[in-house]
């Protein structure tokens, strides 16, 4: 007997097939009209569009042909042309894709291979980026831009804060020359309105401009950060600009473990940071940051409930390598502090290898050596957050980029 399930079970029930797994997701479009109406929307919720991606031609006769397909269209990725004349032909063909994009949440911009700043590519992609920007901000339903690899002039940065709350710069750059600018000689205003969630790395500058002080409302409210391969302490600023506010904050310092040692150290957190409620902070030595305890000891922290260090697993395990140092009195303080504060349920040691090098450390399904010597020694400088059994220890992979 056929037995037809409602909508929303059909949903939950592909919304459990990986998202890698098209070929699944594509089968369950045959099944009824529910689970195609479900497999409609994991599938066309996430397009990615440009010259090295989908063409914008075919989404364009699958938009003409079912029209209602654009409304489940939630994040999008595009990437930056690179071929002016191919770019002219295509614009009318992107705009007829944009315009019903109604409910586009999510966007991602690739800006390609880097190129110098005298390449007329710089003004093609800065023209595209803000012609694009344009049709879609019209929505009003963007809330996140990504822009990896972009360059941008002040004016179109300045635009871009201005549409949506959150953030994240991957290697984006500054073009601060006029001949770049849309409208040159008349200089937009810095957006007196506060980025709610940021990720940006330190090296490059379009960060060294929200570091200046005529940017400090943009920063001021901030309630997640994530700075990736942080140097100086001066990069820090936007912590204590947005102490009061920022509920989930992860700090990456930079790669080199040696200089590590002296960065932990040297490191500095706001004395009061009273909505806080996770902490991630990706350093190489095991000791943890002093000024990690004094948050801690003072309750500076009140509702932090996680506090997750990640840890760069050398390839080859070696106990008595300098990252596996322990300071007793450090961890004494630590142990006094995590079992007196009142909210912090986990704190978490994750050790993160590289995939060539996860089946060398850990040949089979039981924990890799450096996480069982780690267990043992946080055992013996942690007694009483173990036996409170807060304390945890897990090792995983390290994602490209990370």
């Known amino acids: ?12 029930v592909v919304n459990h097939i990986p998202a890698d797994d098209i070929a699944t997701i594509r089968s369950c479009l045959l099944v009824s009209r529910a689970y195609c109406d479900a497999s409609e929307r994991r599938l066309f919720a996430h397009v990615r569009l440009g010259e090295a991606a989908r063409p914008y031609s075919r989404i ?3 938009f003409a042909a079912r029209p209602h397909l654009a409304a489940y269209v939630t994040s999008m990725r595009l990437e930056l042309p690179d071929d002016e004349d191919r770019w002219r032909e295509e614009k ?17 911009i690739d800006g390609g291979m880097p190129v110098q700043p005298e390449s007329p590519l710089v003004g093609l992609r800065i023209r595209a980026l803000g012609w694009m920007l344009g049709v879609l901000e019209a929505h009003g339903t963007l809330q996140h831009i990504m822009l990896w690899h972009v ?4 004016s179109l940065f300045h635009r871009v804060i201005s549409v949506v709350p959150s953030l994240n710069l991957h290697g984006a750059g ?6 770049f600018e849309m409208f040159p000689g008349t200089p937009t205003p810095v957006p007196q309105k506060s980025i709610e969630h940021l990720e940006n790395d330190s090296s490059i500058k379009l960060y060294d401009l929200l570091l200046r002080p005529e940017y400090e409302q943009c920063v001021a409210g901030l309630r997640s950060w994530t700075h990736r391969r942080f140097i100086e302490p001066e990069e820090l600023r936007p912590c204590f600009l947005s102490a009061a506010t920022l509920e989930y904050l992860e700090l990456r310092l930079a790669s080199d473990w040696i200089c590590h040692i002296a960065m932990v150290h040297a490191l500095r957190l706001p004395s009061s940071m009273p909505a806080l409620v996770q ?7 095991c000791t943890p940051p002093p000024c990690v305890i004094e948050l801690l000891s003072s309750n500076g922290a009140p509702a932090l409930a996680v506090l ?7 390839p080859l395990v070696d106990p008595e390598d300098a990252r596996y140092s322990f300071d007793p009195e450090t961890f004494a303080a630590l142990d006094d502090a995590v079992v007196a ?4 349920r986990a704190v978490e040691w994750r050790l993160l290898f590289r995939r060539w090098d996860m089946k060398r450390v850990r040949p089979g399904p039981h924990l890799s050596p450096p996480v069982q010597f780690l267990i043992n020694a946080l055992h013996a400088y942690l007694p009483q957050a173990c036996r409170k059994e807060i304390v945890r220890l897990s090792d995983d992979f390290l994602k490209m980029f990370e």
């Open 1 to 12: 007997m056929h037995v037809e399930l409602p909508p929303e079970l059909c949903e939950s």
């Open 60 to 62: 364009a006769e699958l």
């Open 92 to 108: 009318p063909i992107a705009e007829s894709v944009f315009r019903p994009l109604r409910n586009i949440a999510q966007l991602d």
């Open 151 to 154: 360059s941008l002039t002040k």
């Open 174 to 179: 500054l073009i601060d020359e006029p001949e």
């Open 279 to 285: 902490l991630v902070l990706r350093i190489n030595p």
């Open 308 to 314: 997750l260090f990640r840890f760069t697993e050398p």
């Open 341 to 344: 504060h009142p909210s912090l």
